[in-house]
């Protein structure tokens, strides 16, 4: 079965400080992909990155990082020098195969960034 | 291009209705899943259509069906609303190619209130 574990419900953290955002996942797929949106309280979810299973390079995008590993199944989301727009709730995400239409969503954790 | 549209974006109905949604999806996106958002559930996967054809299913009763029309555009129909029907429907069209992955877009959600 396909599981994704947000383990942090909720974090609040003073600007400008660091803050990682934890995933677990669980799949028996080989080809999966792994994904971070975002959802402001307007409720849209805003897509932020995806990683297929075969690329565990980190990547980095302004504040924003991402490190992925297979060994320990996790995908985690670290954001540098945070800010107040950064408050949202995060859901990390899984999808099987290629095709991936079916998305199976954590819990999701709710950052908030105190001025 | 416009983003994925949504209408209408609140709905208030009583228990023992049926409710209809709707979505546009993005220009060229032939793939539309829809979600359900609960705060006790969180995000979960309802269905997929492809090319007018439910695709993927996810484990909600036979009261939530969906329909996809030739131009792409999907409609969801709930019939007797329960008060745990309550929750933003979110839906995601992507756009299917032969190869590589298909990345889904969100629209910005109705939410629903069941009285």
């Known amino acids: 079965a396909q599981k994704v574990t947000q383990a942090q419900t909720e974090i609040s953290v003073v600007e400008k400080e660091d803050v990682t955002l934890d995933c677990v996942y669980e799949?028996?797929?080989?080809?999966?992909?792994l994904f971070w949106y975002k959802q402001p309280p307007s409720g849209e979810l805003v897509f932020l990155i995806r990683?297929?299973?075969?690329?565990?390079q980190n990547e980095i995008s302004g504040r924003y990082s991402w490190n992925f590993q297979k060994s320990t199944s996790s995908f985690n989301f670290t954001i540098t020098a945070s800010q107040v727009v950064d408050s949202a709730v995060y859901f990390c995400?899984?999808?099987?195969?290629?095709?991936?239409?079916?998305?199976?969503f954590g819990s999701g954790t709710r950052l908030s960034i105190r001025p | 291009k416009a983003g994925v549209t949504q209408t209408p974006r609140y709905l208030i109905k009583t228990r023992g209705q049926q409710v209809t949604l709707s979505c546009s999806p993005i220009?060229?996106?032939?793939?539309v899943s829809w979600y359900q958002q609960t705060p006790g559930q969180g995000l979960q996967f309802l269905f997929e259509?492809?090319?007018?054809?439910?695709?993927n299913k996810g484990n909600f009763p036979g009261r939530f069906s969906g329909r996809q029309f030739s131009n792409s555009r999907s409609e969801m129909n709930v019939s007797t609303l329960e008060l745990g029907d309550s929750a933003l429907y979110l839906c995601?069209?992507?756009?299917?190619?032969?190869?590589?992955?298909?990345?889904?877009?969100f629209g910005p959600g109705t939410r629903l209130t069941v009285l």
């Open positions: 995601a069209s992507s756009l299917v190619g032969a190869t590589g992955y298909n990345e889904q877009f």
């Open positions: 799949t028996r797929d080989t080809t999966y992909y």
């Open positions: 990683r297929n299973s075969f690329d565990e």
């Open positions: 995400a899984l999808s099987q195969g290629s095709s991936a239409s079916k998305i199976i």
């Open positions: 220009s060229g996106h032939r793939s």
């Open positions: 259509y492809f090319s007018e054809t439910q695709r």
